[in-house]
């Protein structure tokens, strides 16, 4: 049984296949899985993109601090 699964921020990406694959098979369904998530995770707004990761992207709290 082989098991993929990507995540990227809150986007994931889940493959489970019971086949009998080859290298070549599985490399290549890797490699889209990753591009399909990588995809799905930049068509995000950056600012949910970056909130997802826990990153603040507010640069107006700074100024709001100092009044």
Do not use: C
């Not at 889209?32 to 709290?61: F, I, M």
């Amino acid at each position: 049984m082989l098991k993929i699964i990507i995540n990227i921020g809150d986007v994931a990406t889940e493959l489970t296949t019971d086949q009998a694959l080859s290298f070549d098979a599985i490399e290549s369904l890797l490699s889209r899985a990753v591009q399909a998530t990588l995809q799905s995770y930049l068509s995000l707004p950056t600012e949910d993109r970056l909130a997802a990761l826990g990153l603040d992207t507010s640069e107006d709290d700074d100024d709001e601090e100092d009044d």
